[in-house]
C-alpha cells in the first residue's frame, strides 16, 4: 500500500491544536497523582493497549510511585483507518492477572468497543478489579455501553478525529506533540 505522505504532512498543516503538549502533560500528572492516591497498595498489573497507549503509558507509569508489574495487549478495531470494525487481537495479555487488580491504559475512549472488549476479557479471565485510564475520552452520544466510564480520564475531547499522544491518523502522526483535530472530520 502506497502512503500519500504529502497527504499526511497536510493533514498536520491544516490541523486544530486542541491541547497542547504542555496542557497534555499536565493532565498525565494529574492521572497519575489520582492513580497514586488510589491503587498504591493494590498491587496492579499494568497493561498498555498497544499501539495508542504507548505514549500515554511511557508518560504515566513513571509517575507511578508504587511497585508494579508492567505488559501490553494488543487489540484494535481501526487497522490503521479512519473508522472502526470487528475486533481484532494482535496480542493477548502474558502476564497472569488471576486474582489482581488490572490497571488498562489507553489513548481514547470514543465509542468504546475496544475498551469494553478488552474489561470484559480481564473480569472473565479473573482480574479481581479491572481499572481503566485514558488520555482522551471523546465527548458524543455513541458509547457503544452507556454505562462504560474511565476510572481516570486525563482530557475531554470534541467528537472529532483527533490524532496526537499515541492516536494516529491512517497510521501517522501518533508522535504529534500535543492532540489535534483533521480539518473537516
Known amino acids: 500500500m502506497s502512503v500519500d505522505l504529502a497527504h499526511i504532512r497536510q493533514v498536520m ?11 497534555v502533560e499536565a493532565a498525565i ?16 498489573v499494568v497493561f498498555c493497549v498497544m499501539n495508542g497507549g504507548l505514549i500515554f503509558s511511557g508518560k504515566l507509569v513513571p509517575k507511578l510511585n508504587f511497585p508494579l508489574e508492567l505488559s501490553y495487549l494488543h487489540a484494535t478495531r481501526y487497522r490503521n483507518e479512519t473508522s472502526g470494525g470487528e475486533l481484532f487481537w494482535k496480542a493477548k495479555p502474558e502476564i497472569s492477572f488471576i486474582d489482581r487488580d488490572v490497571l488498562i491504559i489507553d489513548d481514547i475512549l470514543d465509542e468504546g468497543h475496544t475498551l469494553g472488549a478488552i474489561i470484559d476479557f480481564c473480569r472473565h479471565a479473573g482480574a479481581a478489579a479491572v481499572h481503566t485510564a485514558v488520555l482522551i475520552d471523546k465527548d458524543h452520544q455513541r458509547k457503544a455501553r452507556p454505562d462504560l466510564k474511565a476510572d481516570y480520564v486525563g482530557l475531554s475531547c470534541i467528537d472529532r478525529y483527533i490524532f496526537g499522544y499515541g492516536m494516529d491518523y491512517k497510521g501517522y502522526w501518533r508522535n504529534a506533540p500535543g492532540i489535534y483535530a483533521v480539518k473537516g472530520l
Open 29 to 44: 500528572s494529574q492521572v497519575a497523582e489520582t492513580i497514586n492516591g488510589e491503587l498504591a497498595d493494590r498491587n496492579p
Open 13 to 23: 498543516a491544516e490541523a486544530d491544536c486542541l491541547y497542547t503538549e504542555e496542557q
